[in-house]
């Protein structure tokens, strides 16, 4: 039997859990059920039998960024308990976040991965790529000022595994109803949680014809942390300086009317949020949109939705080529259909394996 140590909250229980969620049913050969749920590491170290535990987003937080000495005993005394132990990083960006874990555990999987393994090697400023990008190239600092290291050993380049991103699990995701859910979860009634807060998409009616009347979709929330805000900002700033401010929509409005306004849209812009993949990609996909985000090249992620040109179309980090392709594909329908129609399939087909790609990365635990 293997043990699961979730920390619940929306992400998690919504998304990045929903393989599990999917074989908490599942029973060994004598009949008993092969997963153990728990979001208490006390009853783990106390009460659990089972040598085998998976951690799921725990030890998550931003500042700091490496492992409290509270965090480091904890995982220890985890450690010295269990057989094996596979970690899901819920980190939402590509990084070095949480390296320090490898020590104590058998295999790390993350969201994405870089495609060059060789920048695991580097002391990335916020230990993700992009904001090193926008630290070394315009001088961004974060407050207070990052100074760690999160670079791995040569030989350890290959330690970082790959596991599925947020494109699990529930579209559209209604804000009181999940953060509802949430809170069950955490009394002690996961299963019940989920299902007051998970909803399923419904296919969109046209990926073109006469509703899509909004140009670009472009309401992007502010970030806190500057060095990861910073290119919402530049995105932000060259529609300002755009002679047709009124081909893109920006501001803030409601949830509700926010999922309207998707299904009206010919393209959604989607910068980089805490992480490369965001939901808006999903749901613009879902919507039947065309997904604008900057490039993705650097990153292996799944599911895998980001197919230059032909299921989204990647944007400079700088921005600089925003107005020329919106200008673009805006004055071709066909083009723009065709690459909103692929991601849609696209996404889906990648879904289809989800049960196929769970089992190939954990089956050696349980089949």
């Known amino acids: 039997m293997i043990t699961i140590l979730a920390h619940y909250e929306r992400i998690s229980l919504f998304h990045t859990m929903e393989p599990f969620f999917q074989h908490l049913s599942a029973k060994t050969p004598g009949g008993k059920k092969l997963f153990h749920l728990t979001q208490s590491a006390s009853w783990c170290l106390r ?3 089972n040598s085998i535990l998976f951690m799921e987003r725990c030890f998550q937080h931003r ?4 492992l409290t000495p509270e965090e480091l005993g904890q995982i220890q005394k985890l450690r010295n308990k269990y057989k094996t132990i596979v970690f899901f990083c819920g980190q939402s960006e590509a990084g070095t976040n949480r390296l320090d874990l490898l020590p104590y555990v058998d295999r ?5 991965i870089f495609t060059d393994r060789k920048n695991y090697l580097k002391n990335l400023y916020g230990k993700n790529l992009f904001a090193d990008y926008y630290h070394r190239t315009y001088g961004v600092r974060d407050t207070p000022s990052y100074t760690g290291s999160g670079s791995l050993p ?3 380049a290959d330690k970082p595994e790959l596991s599925w991103n947020i494109g699990m699990g529930s579209y559209p995701r209604p804000h009181w109803p999940q953060r509802t859910g949430t809170v069950l979860a955490r009394l002690g009634f996961p299963r019940l949680g989920r299902c007051i807060g998970t909803s399923r998409s419904r296919e969109p009616e046209d990926f ?3 509703r899509r009347n909004i140009g670009i979709h472009a309401r992007i929330d502010p970030v806190s942390c500057p060095s990861i805000a910073y290119q919402r900002r530049l995105f932000l700033d060259t529609i300002a300086g755009h002679r047709r401010q009124d081909l893109f929509l920006t501001g803030f409005v409601s949830q509700d009317q926010y999922y309207r306004e998707l299904e009206d849209s010919k393209i959604v812009l989607s910068p ?3 992480g490369e993949v965001c939901f808006r990609d999903f749901e613009a996909i879902l919507a039947g949109a065309l997904l604008f985000k900057p490039r993705m090249s650097h990153i292996k992620t799944w599911p895998d939705v980001y197919i230059p040109y032909e299921t989204f179309v990647p944007l400079k980090w700088d921005g600089s080529d925003l107005i020329e392709k919106a200008e ?3 004055g071709n329908e066909d083009e723009r259909r065709r690459i909103a129609s692929n991601a849609y399939e696209q996404y889906h087909r990648e879904l289809s394996g989800l049960a196929e790609r769970f089992k190939n990365l954990l089956g050696v635990y349980f089949l």
Do not use: T, V
């Open 47 to 49: 009460h659990d039998k």
């Open 272 to 274: 980089f949020g805490w």
């Open 108 to 112: 790390l999987f993350y969201k994405s």
């Open 154 to 156: 040569a030989q350890a």
């Open 208 to 210: 073109s014809g006469p």
């Open 63 to 66: 500042e700091p960024l490496d």
């Open 328 to 330: 673009k594909y805006l």
